[in-house]
């Protein structure tokens, strides 16, 4: 569009256009290539949204260098061919993954560049090799017009539509706009964006992949840009392809700056070296890094760094003489998968584990992997006896991806974890898994040791018992040292026992004795909450005292009653049924009550409709005597509710010192206002009326 011919409205509009494009662009950059973000997500969709208007409103505004752009293409039926015009190659590898991996290389460049031994060392440029695709990016006149895959070398894939979705390339360079500009480099996942796609993928019952070069590849050839663009990918570029009127500069480490300075991102890894012995300590110092990169690498990268020395060595099928890549050990083996044994974590959850062949793999010798749980192991069907993938990247626990089935012999028999583990291997409680749910767990909540600590510090909890001072550091020791096994230990703990843990003196062991005698006293709501029970929190706890009124009632209550309850579904029903059916949960349960652990059961006070129901409350200022809380405890056990701001539908607004404008609102509303005194008479009265 030129100017003269536009009206100012359009011209205004497309000055804003450019300045939105430029400033989006900034914004991308900042965030995917230099990982410091500029703009908080919200202001940045909202100068996204305003291009978008006003390229709807303009069509002609919407260029191909448009953030708005990125996403668009229909699905494709194949990809277009792409012939490269400078052939994209592949490098030699060192498999000596030790230091003379380095030395054999520098020899062999020396050798061939006619060095004697007293000669100066080689400059190198070292960088990171990549786990990921080779894809080739093409800017004329500064615009992204094509970007292609590696294919055999001399004809990729036209794959643009779904490399424009990667946020971290520019659709335009930054600073001049030479002719062309070619740019090489690797399409990768991170580690995180491939475990998050994993489950994702596993979620929606679709296929997941192996690892992340098999979700990167898999992305990138995908023929609907949309799904594509739902792949967090990332880029890393490392080389040049053709270029026409621009500066190439003398070395590789200044290529790799001047594309870091054309606004691609550049690993931050490379470094300019002299000669093996300094090669042979970079490969160690990013080996000594690799587990803790956010992504995956399969080795380094040395590269002659001078060009011209470069070209004068040429290369010999498809391969640089002047490049190498120096390996580390693989990250993925195969070895047989002996058994399947499970782990008990700290809520229950028990995890099929892998007995393996023991295999060397990401640098360790792996003899156990995880096979995170029954629906991965039919999804993926894996089965004792089979030859399995195990994969080990970076910090995580190494996995079991995928079985060889060519490599099956016979007919193995499917794994059934519930069949193979009907009780918890640690304490023999009954295992359960609920219909819904990917997680068999140990039902003895109370009494399972690998429970233990969570059970104890959940029992303890300000909602539950309300044990002052049993925090994370006492439970440690009270486990650890075997003093406490469940929470009756806990009612038999004498003053020596709690005195000699560290950093508890006499006094706060005297303390701690006082909040666990006085939890003795509680409430059954409390105790309900204080038990553990899997999906039963503290207002359905509360739900369940009120309902039953009594433990009993409750500890014999079926799925059927149960689902009377307000809130409780099928699922939390059978979480229930499923604890109290444990006979080690119930026994601990029995000497609770029998150390001295009390409430008021089945109060006949309290009708079960609460003689409050129907009522909402506003808590407003400080009572004289009662906590927020516990005003509250005080409402809801009579069925009233609590509200957290005045309406015209409040009943009372009760009000203690300090009250601000909540009983300003009552006032202006009409709302009546009680003060604590008249609270617990209003309770009484419905009560004694009930
Ligand atoms: S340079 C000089 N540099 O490894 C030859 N390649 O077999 C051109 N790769 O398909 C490649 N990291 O995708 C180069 N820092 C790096 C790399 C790298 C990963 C991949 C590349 C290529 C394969 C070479």
Same mark, same amino acid.
């Given at each position: 569009?030129?100017?003269?011919?536009?009206?100012?409205?359009?011209?205004?509009?497309?000055?804003?256009?450019?300045?939105?494009?430029?400033?989006?662009?900034?914004?991308?950059?900042?965030?995917?290539?230099?990982?410091?973000?500029?703009?908080?997500?919200?202001?940045?969709?909202?100068?996204?949204?305003?291009?978008?208007?006003?390229?709807?409103?303009?069509?002609?505004?919407?260029?191909?260098?448009?953030?708005?752009?990125?996403?668009?293409?229909?699905?494709?039926?194949?990809?277009?061919?792409?012939?490269?015009?400078?052939?994209?190659?592949?490098?030699?590898?060192?498999?000596?993954?030790?230091?003379?991996?380095?030395?054999?290389?520098?020899?062999?460049?020396?050798?061939?560049?006619?060095?004697?031994?007293?000669?100066?060392?080689?400059?190198?440029?070292?960088?990171?090799?990549?786990?990921?695709?080779?894809?080739?990016?093409?800017?004329?006149?500064?615009?992204?017009?094509?970007?292609?895959?590696?294919?055999?070398?001399?004809?990729?894939?036209?794959?643009?539509?779904?490399?424009?979705?990667?946020?971290?390339?520019?659709?335009?360079?930054?600073?001049?706009?030479?002719?062309?500009?070619?740019?090489?480099?690797?399409?990768?996942?991170?580690?995180?964006?491939?475990?998050?796609?994993?489950?994702?993928?596993?979620?929606?019952?679709?296929?997941?992949?192996?690892?992340?070069?098999?979700?990167?590849?898999?992305?990138?050839?995908?023929?609907?840009?949309?799904?594509?663009?739902?792949?967090?990918?990332?880029?890393?570029?490392?080389?040049?392809?053709?270029?026409?009127?621009?500066?190439?500069?003398?070395?590789?480490?200044?290529? @790799?700056?001047?594309?870091?300075?054309?606004?691609?991102?550049?690993?931050?890894?490379?470094?300019?070296?002299?000669?093996?012995?300094?090669?042979?300590?970079?490969?160690?110092?990013?080996?000594?890094?690799?587990?803790?990169?956010?992504?995956?690498?399969?080795?380094?990268?040395?590269?002659?760094?001078?060009?011209?020395?470069?070209?004068?060595?040429?290369?010999?099928?498809?391969?640089?003489?002047?490049?190498?890549?120096?390996?580390?050990?693989?990250?993925?083996?195969?070895?047989?998968?002996?058994?399947?044994?499970?782990?008990?974590?700290?809520?229950?959850?028990?995890?099929?584990?892998?007995?393996?062949?023991?295999?060397?793999?990401?640098?360790?010798?792996?003899?156990?992997?995880?096979?995170?749980?029954?629906?991965?192991?039919?999804?993926?069907?894996?089965?004792?006896?089979?030859?399995?993938?195990?994969?080990?990247?970076?910090?995580?626990?190494?996995?079991?991806?995928?079985?060889?089935?060519?490599?099956?012999?016979?007919?193995?028999?499917?794994?059934?974890?519930?069949?193979?583990?009907?009780?918890?291997?640690?304490?023999?409680?009954?295992?359960?898994?609920?219909?819904?749910?990917?997680?068999?767990?140990?039902?003895?909540?109370?009494?399972?040791?690998?429970?233990?600590?969570?059970?104890?510090?959940?029992?303890?909890?300000?909602?539950?018992?309300?044990?002052?001072?049993?925090?994370?550091?006492?439970?440690?020791?009270?486990?650890?040292?075997?003093?406490?096994?469940?929470?009756?230990?806990?009612?038999?703990?004498?003053?020596?026992?709690?005195?000699?843990?560290?950093?508890?003196?006499?006094?706060?062991?005297?303390?701690?004795?006082?909040?666990?005698?006085?939890?003795?006293?509680?409430?059954?709501?409390?105790?309900?909450?204080?038990?553990?029970?899997?999906?039963?929190?503290?207002?359905?706890?509360?739900?369940?005292?009120?309902?039953?009124?009594?433990?009993?009632?409750?500890?014999?209550?079926?799925?059927?009653? @149960?689902?009377?309850?307000?809130?409780?579904?099928?699922?939390?029903?059978?979480?229930?049924?499923?604890?109290?059916?444990?006979?080690?949960?119930?026994?601990?349960?029995?000497?609770?009550?029998?150390?001295?652990?009390?409430?008021?059961?089945?109060?006949?006070?309290?009708?079960?409709?609460?003689?409050?129901?129907?009522?909402?409350?506003?808590?407003?200022?400080?009572?004289?005597?009662?906590?927020?809380?516990?005003?509250?405890?005080?409402?809801?056990?009579?069925?009233?509710?609590?509200?957290?701001?005045?309406?015209?539908?409040?009943?009372?607004?009760?009000?203690?010192?300090?009250?601000?404008?909540?009983?300003?609102?009552?006032?202006?509303?009409?709302?009546?206002?009680?003060?604590?005194?008249?609270?617990?008479?209003?309770?009484?009265?419905?009560?004694?009326?009930?």
């Amino acid at each position: 569009m030129t100017a003269q011919h536009a009206t100012p409205d359009a011209q205004a509009a497309a000055g804003r256009a450019a300045a939105l494009r430029a400033e989006i662009a900034r914004h991308d950059h900042a965030y995917y290539v230099l990982d410091a973000p500029t703009i908080p997500d919200a202001e940045y969709d909202r100068l996204f949204r305003e291009l978008q208007a006003l390229e709807a409103a303009y069509p002609e505004l919407r260029t191909p260098d448009s953030p708005t752009q990125r996403v668009g293409g229909k699905p494709l039926a194949q990809f277009p061919p792409v012939r490269h015009r400078v052939p994209m190659l592949s490098i030699r590898t060192e498999t000596d993954t030790g230091a003379s991996g380095a030395e054999t290389f520098d020899a062999r460049v020396r050798r061939e560049l006619g060095l004697k031994d007293g000669d100066p060392a080689v400059e190198y440029s070292a960088e990171l090799k990549f786990d990921g695709l080779a894809i080739s990016l093409r800017y004329e006149h500064g615009v992204l017009v094509q970007a292609a895959t590696r294919g055999d070398g001399e004809t990729g894939e036209d794959v643009s539509s779904n490399v424009r979705t990667l946020r971290a390339i520019p659709l335009r360079l930054h600073g001049p706009a030479p002719a062309v500009l070619e740019i090489r480099g690797e399409v990768y996942l991170r580690r995180d964006d491939f475990e998050a796609l994993n489950r994702r993928q596993a979620e929606a019952g679709e296929k997941t992949f192996v690892n992340p070069r098999n979700a990167a590849a898999g992305s990138i050839r995908q023929l609907d840009p949309a799904i594509a663009a739902r792949r967090p990918l990332s880029f890393f570029a490392y080389g040049l392809g053709e270029t026409e009127g621009w500066a190439v500069p003398d070395t590789h480490a200044g290529v @790799l700056d001047a594309i870091a300075a054309c606004g691609l991102p550049v690993c931050e890894h490379r470094a300019v070296l002299q000669g093996a012995a300094e090669l042979a300590a970079f490969h160690a110092r990013i080996g000594a890094l690799r587990d803790s990169l956010p992504f995956d690498i399969d080795g380094v990268v040395y590269k002659v760094n001078s060009l011209a020395l470069q070209q004068r060595l040429g290369f010999v099928t498809r391969e640089p003489r002047w490049a190498v890549a120096h390996k580390y050990p693989a990250q993925e083996a195969v070895t047989l998968l002996r058994d399947i044994e499970v782990q008990v974590g700290r809520t229950g959850a028990l995890t099929p584990v892998a007995r393996l062949e023991p295999v060397f793999v990401g640098g360790v010798t792996v003899t156990n992997a995880t096979l995170h749980n029954q629906d991965e192991i039919d999804r993926k069907d894996v089965r004792i006896g089979d030859w399995v993938i195990v994969r080990r990247a970076g910090d995580v626990i190494p996995e079991v991806v995928a079985p060889v089935p060519e490599r099956r012999t016979g007919e193995l028999p499917r794994f059934d974890l519930l069949a193979r583990f009907p009780t918890c291997p640690v304490c023999g409680s009954h295992v359960v898994r609920g219909e819904d749910e990917a997680v068999a767990r140990c039902s003895g909540g109370l009494f399972c040791p690998a429970q233990r600590r969570q059970a104890l510090l959940h029992f303890a909890g300000r909602r539950a018992m309300d044990i002052d001072g049993l925090g994370d550091k006492v439970v440690e020791q009270l486990v650890d040292n075997a003093i406490v096994k469940t929470p009756v230990d806990l009612y038999r703990l004498g003053i020596l026992a709690l005195a000699g843990l560290e950093r508890m003196g006499e006094k706060s062991a005297q303390n701690l004795l006082a909040a666990i005698d006085k939890s003795r006293s509680t409430t059954l709501a409390r105790f309900i909450f204080a038990l553990g029970i899997r999906n039963v929190g503290e207002a359905t706890a509360r739900e369940l005292a009120r309902q039953f009124g009594k433990l009993d009632a409750l500890m014999a209550a079926d799925e059927v009653a @149960l689902q009377q309850v307000p809130d409780v579904g099928p699922i939390v029903a059978r979480s229930i049924v499923d604890f109290f059916a444990e006979p080690h949960n119930c026994e601990v349960i029995a000497q609770l009550r029998a150390a001295g652990v009390h409430w008021l059961e089945g109060e006949p006070a309290v009708p079960a409709a609460g003689a409050l129901q129907g009522r909402t409350f506003v808590l407003t200022g400080t009572l004289p005597t009662l906590t927020r809380d516990e005003a509250k405890a005080l409402i809801e056990a009579q069925g009233g509710k609590v509200a957290g701001s005045v309406s015209k539908k409040t009943s009372y607004v009760i009000a203690g010192e300090d009250a601000g404008s909540k009983l300003a609102k009552a006032e202006a509303l009409g709302v009546a206002i009680l003060d604590e005194a008249g609270l617990r008479a209003l309770v009484n009265e419905n009560i004694t009326n009930a």
